[in-house]
């Protein structure tokens, strides 16, 4: 509400300045180094959000309260530094500090979207997340797990096992389980659901009753690896802007010192 | 005659003694020769010079020891101190948390020094204040550590040349029926520790040489197997008692299951509630494993009542506490249908750290933060059992069936009326409750600490460990792992009284 009631209070004074002198303020000129200053400030602030994290058990505010800084105060720095420009770009300097700018915010803007879809469809669609860091470590699990359960298949008491189950399951996890347990979004018999169920069923009347339980136990393995391929891919919806937003707002920040010294040198 | 060969595995060091020899000990009549000869190996006789370690705390066993001549010190070698993480500069914003060991008597906060005694696994206590005794003639040690397996509570060193058998679980247990050996203990128990072990209990301190003398004549030490009922919810009460060694399962009956209330171990007492007043059993106390336990018999306890009043005010306060808490717990299961919170060991848990899914954005700021706190160690992982919207991150969830507190060699781990764990300054460290965390909660931190090594008597730097469970950042108001998540999804919460403001109909369907 009140970067709301600012960001009103800061369009209501342009439009008053506009309409009194029929010309938008200058940035050099009193109001609009206010609106400069007043919005390299906010944008500081968002910036040291960065800061903030680096030191999670420093008891200077919650972070949730930061947070809320960040958007909000990040958000309403961009009409600020609108209205310190007059709604022109100016010099190469500038232009390029605005692009920046401009990019930053709508990823931001982006990221805020993102966070508010991805966490609830990642809850409903993934039912067992794995630790994000350990996706490897899980999907390797995943390989053992399924040639175990395959070899436990092997008939006791003989050399060889054509024409047995375990040749037709043995095969199956040959060439497709093990494929997709590798690369889940490789063209393959298990890449759509759909298939899979199908192929699976089909694999079930292929094999007498006793090796069920093990297809069973294949078929629920590739759909946990299908849900970590899932859950990274949201993953990296969820923080891949963090790769534009964060760069860029540093190499805005050098930028934006670079023209308060030009323009504090040269006007 | 055929000879019998050994069937059990035998100890590796000191002289095996034939049943012919140890039958020459008076407290192994009785006992058939054919057993021993069964079980030869299985006891041992060895000699230490003085100085020489027995055996050491926290390390894993499974033998006792009966001192035949000689004396013995026991002592904790591990500094009896608390870990407190607090920042490493004492101003500025940019400080570093960092965690020490801290104390003794400096040690404040949660681990307050109530207990003026460590119970260990031999007839003596330790004090607090000084952590050593001795043992002579004639007394056992390391009972636990054969019958149960639990690490060695405290370290064994000859305090002059001495001569002690070493005995199998087997042994142990052939003695124990063993009725010679069982006078010759309990009388030894009673002449030398029972007042002692009396007046461990805080709340005894008053009680005078006179009436301990009179009590410790009339009490009984009685004994119960695993898993036997030492006394029944809603049997009438008869008897209080005081542990000795053992623990002891404090459970109450509810629709549809059965809930812990605690755990009881060595110096701790049960039986109060009933002879206050209430007349009936309020909870069942059974042995969780081989318990041995002073008792004290209705008429003799009304008798120390009337004459101490203030013994009887104090156990009156406790028993109110623990009427209190049992009838908070009960008062929340009211409102939850067993089962279904069963269903997900949620019920196990008196604080929980809950993840909203639908707000977390994975970035595991929490866990950062929790480690930022703990030295770089975390005791958060951002996994764990789903309920409904929520996700369970492992950290101690405080369980209502707090197994970690069963068969703690020094008795250090325990629940405060509060019900948080704590994990006292005596700690040594043997992991045991880490172990027994079904949870993975309980971490062990490993500091590097200035002590004196009991075989020289110098001082040298060891590495010392101390369990550590998640103190819910105490020196904050609010936990580190909560407050450093930017999107309000981490909540420290009592689910039972979370849920239930949510929507308990929603959470916990009632059965159609």
């Known amino acids: ?267 | 005659m055929v000879e019998t060969e050994p069937i059990v595995r035998k100890i590796a060091h000191g002289e095996i003694l034939t049943p012919e020899q140890l039958l020459e000990y008076p407290f192994f009549k009785g006992i058939s020769e054919k057993l021993l000869q069964k079980n030869l190996g299985a006891v041992v006789r060895r000699t230490f010079k003085k100085g020489e370690i027995i055996c050491r705390e926290g390390e894993e066993g499974s033998t006792a020891f009966y001192i035949l001549k000689g004396t013995v010190d026991i002592f904790i070698t591990t500094a009896v101190s608390h870990v407190q993480t607090q920042p490493e500069a004492k101003t500025g914003w940019f400080r570093k948390m960092k965690s020490l060991l801290v104390g003794p008597p400096a040690a404040t906060g949660k681990t307050q020094q109530r207990q003026r005694y460590i119970p260990i696994d031999a007839s003596v206590d330790l004090s607090v204040a000084n952590p050593v005794a001795q043992l002579e003639e004639g007394d056992l040690f390391g009972e636990m550590t054969c019958l149960s397996f639990y690490p060695r509570s405290a370290t064994v060193r000859a305090a002059e040349d001495c001569v002690v058998l070493e005995m199998l679980r087997n042994i142990l247990q052939l003695l124990q029926k063993n009725k010679e050996f069982k006078v010759r203990v309990e009388d030894a128990y009673r002449k030398r520790t029972l007042d002692r072990h009396l007046r461990s209990v805080e709340i005894f301190g008053e009680l005078s040489s006179d009436f301990l003398e009179f009590l410790k004549a009339r009490v009984e030490l009685v004994d119960f197997a695993p898993g036997e009922i030492i006394c029944k919810q809603d049997e009438d009460a008869d008897a209080f008692y005081l542990i000795r060694l053992g623990n002891v399962k404090v459970s109450q009956r509810y629709p549809g299951g059965e809930m812990v209330l605690t755990y009881l171990s060595r110096g701790q007492y049960f039986g109060e509630i009933g002879l206050l007043g209430h007349s009936k059993r309020t909870a069942t106390c059974s042995a969780l494993d081989k318990v041995e336990a002073v008792k004290i018999r209705k008429e003799d306890f009304d008798a120390m009542v009337r004459q101490f009043p203030a013994i009887g005010t104090q156990l009156q306060k406790v028993a109110d506490q623990r009427l209190e808490t049992n009838r908070q717990q009960s008062k929340q299961l009211e409102t939850v249908f067993l089962n279904d919170f069963l269903g997900q060991s949620l019920m196990d848990a008196n604080n929980l750290l809950l993840i909203d899914l639908e707000k977390c954005t994975r970035c595991d700021d929490c866990v950062r933060a929790c480690a930022a706190s703990h030295d770089g160690i975390t005791r958060l992982i951002r996994d764990g059992v789903r309920y409904d919207k929520y996700l369970v991150a492992t950290s101690c969830r405080q369980c209502l069936d707090p197994l970690c507190m069963v068969g703690c060699p020094v008795g250090a781990i325990h629940r405060q009326p509060s019900r948080e764990i704590v994990i006292e300054d005596w700690c040594i460290g043997c992991g045991l409750c880490a172990k027994q965390c079904p949870y993975e909660n309980i971490n062990l931190h490993e500091f590097v600490v200035k002590q004196m090594d009991p075989e020289t008597g110098q001082q040298k730097e060891v590495v010392t460990r101390k369990a550590t469970v998640c103190d819910l950042c105490g020196q904050h108001t609010e936990p580190s792992c909560v407050y450093a998540c930017p999107h309000d999804a981490a909540h420290r919460v009592d689910p039972k009284e979370f849920f239930h403001l949510q929507s308990i109909d929603f959470i916990f369907p009632k059965p159609k």
């Open chain 1, 1 to 267: 509400m009140a970067a709301l009631a600012t960001a009103a209070v800061g369009a209501a004074s342009y439009a008053t300045q506009v309409l009194l002198s029929s010309s938008p303020p200058s940035g050099g000129s009193w109001p609009g180094l206010a609106y400069g200053i007043s919005g390299t400030g906010m944008i500081v602030f968002a910036a040291l959000l960065a800061v903030r994290r680096k030191f999670p058990t420093m008891r200077v505010g919650r972070m949730q309260v930061w947070m809320r800084g960040h958007v909000w105060l990040g958000l309403l720095s961009f009409p600020m530094i609108l209205f310190h420009g007059g709604f022109s770009l100016g010099g190469p300097l500038t232009t390029a500090l605005m692009v920046l700018f401009t990019i930053i915010t709508l990823s931001g803007i982006f990221g805020l979207v993102v966070q508010q879809i991805v966490p609830k469809l990642m809850m409903e669609q993934i039912p067992a997340e794995v630790v994000y860091e350990q996706a490897n470590v899980f999907i390797n699990g995943l390989r053992l797990k399924a040639a175990e359960r395959v070899e436990s298949l092997f008939p006791k008491g003989r050399d060889e096992a054509d024409g047995t189950p375990y040749s037709i399951v043995k095969e199956f996890l040959e060439k497709e389980i093990k494929p997709f347990l590798d690369d889940p979004k490789r063209k393959g018999l298990l890449t759509s659901p759909k298939n899979a169920e199908i192929v699976f069923t089909h694999i079930r009347k292929l094999v007498p009753p006793e090796a069920h339980g093990a297809v069973e136990e294949l078929r629920q393995i590739i759909e946990k690896r299908r849900d970590v391929a899932r859950q990274i891919t949201l993953h990296y919806v969820l923080h891949a802007w963090l790769l534009i937003h964060v760069p860029l707002s540093a190499g805005m920040l050098i930028l934006v010192f670079v023209h308060a010294i030009m323009a504090l040198r040269y006007s």
